[in-house]
């Protein structure tokens, strides 16, 4: 049962880090639109981008302290994103992205604590 697990996790750090490339460089042009239209910076955008991808990046890392530190961070940003959805009135659907971001953070950062 532990390995299945284990292999589980594996395979949810590939699903986001393929998804964080996906979002943020290949349909970076969406995400340009969405920040604006939630009124950011594009500074900001970039900085969210940057830290998306690093944090992802450290999910997999061999440093269990990396693992954490990038799954608390995705974790972080998802919360981030969710509340501006909330805030902008978004509807649940397009929130779905975040959410699914989010449940994917904790079921990491719960298995490396």
Same mark, same amino acid.
């Given at each position: ?19 964080? $490339? ?7 042009? #969406? ?6 239209? %939630? @009124?950011?910076? +594009? ?11 690093? $944090? ?7 440093? #269990? ?6 799954? %608390? @961070?995705?974790? +972080? ?5 969710i ?5 902008i009135?978004?509807?649940i ?21």
């Amino acid at each position: 049962m532990l390995i299945k697990i284990e292999i589980l996790i594996e395979a949810l750090k590939i699903v986001a880090a393929v998804a964080v $490339f996906f979002v943020w460089v290949v349909r970076y042009d #969406n995400i340009k639109k969405e920040f604006e239209k %939630f @009124g950011f910076p +594009s500074w900001f955008r970039d900085m969210i981008g940057i830290l998306k991808i690093s $944090f992802t990046f450290m999910l997999h890392s061999a440093n #269990n302290y990396t693992v954490l530190l990038g799954s %608390f @961070g995705i974790v +972080s940003l998802m919360i981030g994103a969710i509340l501006t959805h909330v805030k902008i009135k978004n509807p649940i659907t397009e929130m779905f992205p975040a959410i699914s971001m989010l449940s994917i953070g904790i079921l990491i950062l719960y298995s490396s604590l």
